[in-house]
Structure formats: structure tokens, C-alpha cells
């Protein structure tokens, strides 16, 4: 099974700074179609889960600019240009080339 | 706009069964394949199961084989989970998302397994 390791779990930001999330995987995500199914999701508190990011760097509709997503193979980073007060929640990456599995969470609070 | 509408959570036994259901619009279901996520309280997500737009291919994580059947109607633009045998460790709130890489996602339904 393939394993998605996030960090850090926890990440403190103040208002209007950068953020950063790693996501490392067990086995390289490369499909045999040539794409990487890594996607990235947004809970927030008491919320559903919103997709951001698929396919490593592809946003979502409505999804802000000041998120992006980068990476290849096994390593893959979640990027926020500067942190507003809406984006606090759990943030979790997941990969949908070897079936599915979801990194842990990444628990994003404003300092 | 696209809605999904989960249903069918509530508390049982173990060993007992449930049946969830998930009715969509704003899209065409029959285009899409459909995805059920799990959540247990306090914790992460655990992608289920998901089946194909024909409902001819399934695919499901192991700690559900042979105990949880997703299947589909695309007449009635609903999705289900068959969930039976069910364990204190299935406790959770249950999604229904769109498509293999779960573009959308309803609000959830609970899932309590206790004696």
C-alpha cells in the first residue's frame, strides 16, 4: 500500500505570511498514463472536504490564486502566497494512482 | 450547481446493517464515476469505495471487502453504500464525492456502530 507522509501536522502561520505543506509518498505516483494523481483538499472547521489541487498543480474553480501546488515522483508541496483567515483548517493530500490513500492532515491555525 | 445529499446514517449494533444513499444534481451522473469517503470522529480521511459510470467496475479498500457493496442508479441520479457486518471501527461520517478524484463532496452522514 502506498503511504502519504504530510508535515508538518502542524502549522502555525500568522496573517498574510507564506505556508507550506509537504506531502511524500512511498512509491512514485507517475500513472502509466504519464500523469500524477496527487490531489490536495481543504476541511474546514466543520465543513466538508473541498478539493483544490489535482493533478499536482491544476486549482480548482474558484480556488484563490495565492494556492498552488507543485512537485513529482514521491515529493509534493501545497504553497500559500500569504495566509488569510478563511484558509484555517486541515489540509490533506492524496494519491489516486495506486487506489487511494490520504496523507495524514496538516492542521493550519492563524498565530 | 452541483449538490450531493447524503442519507441513511444512524446508530446500529455491531453486526448490523445500513444502507446509505447519496442523491445528486446539477451534473450528469451517468457521466462520472462516484467515490464514498470516510471519516471517523476527530480523525482523517479513508477514501472507501468508488464504482465506475456503467457500474461495471468497483473498487473498494480492504478493511470493507466482502462487507460493504457500492452500487448505483443512474435512473434516479443516486449513489449507495450496502454497508453490512459492521464493526465499531466503521463509526464515522460517510461522503459521497464526484468522480475518482472527488471534485465535489456532500455534507456527510453519520454512521454510530455500538452496543
Known amino acids: 500500500d502506498v503511504v502519504m507522509t504530510q508535515s508538518p501536522l502542524f502549522l502555525p502561520v500568522t496573517l498574510g505570511q507564506p505556508a507550506s505543506i509537504s506531502c511524500r509518498s512511498s512509491q512514485s505516483l507517475v500513472y502509466s498514463d504519464g500523469d500524477t494523481y496527487l490531489t490536495w483538499f481543504q476541511q474546514r472547521p466543520g465543513q466538508s472536504p473541498r478539493r483544490l489541487i489535482y493533478?499536482?498543480?491544476n486549482r480548482d474553480s474558484g480556488v484563490p490564486d495565492r494556492f498552488s501546488g507543485s512537485g513529482s515522483g514521491t515529493d509534493f508541496t501545497l504553497k500559500i502566497s500569504r495566509v488569510e483567515a478563511e484558509d484555517v483548517g486541515v489540509y490533506y493530500c492524496m494519491q489516486g494512482t495506486h487506489l487511494y490513500t490520504f496523507g495524514q492532515g496538516t492542521k493550519l491555525e492563524i498565530k | 450547481e452541483v449538490y450531493l445529499v447524503e442519507s441513511g446514517g444512524g446508530s446500529v449494533q455491531p453486526g448490523g446493517s445500513l444502507r446509505l444513499s447519496c442523491a445528486v444534481s446539477?451534473?450528469?451522473?451517468?457521466?462520472?464515476?462516484m467515490t464514498w469517503v470516510r471519516q471517523a470522529p476527530g480523525k482523517g480521511l479513508e477514501w472507501v469505495a468508488n464504482?465506475?459510470?456503467?457500474?461495471?467496475?468497483?473498487y473498494y479498500v480492504d478493511s470493507v471487502k466482502g462487507r460493504f457493496t457500492i452500487s448505483r442508479d443512474n435512473a434516479k441520479n443516486s449513489l449507495y453504500l450496502q454497508m453490512n457486518s459492521l464493526r465499531a471501527e466503521d463509526t464515522a461520517v460517510y461522503y459521497c464525492?464526484?468522480?475518482?478524484?472527488?471534485?465535489?463532496w456532500g455534507q456527510g452522514t453519520l454512521v454510530t456502530v455500538s452496543s
Open positions: 464525492a464526484t468522480g475518482r478524484y472527488m471534485s465535489n
Open positions: 464504482i465506475k459510470q456503467d457500474g461495471s467496475e468497483k
Open positions: 446539477g451534473f450528469t451522473f451517468s457521466s462520472f464515476w
Open positions: 493533478k499536482v498543480s
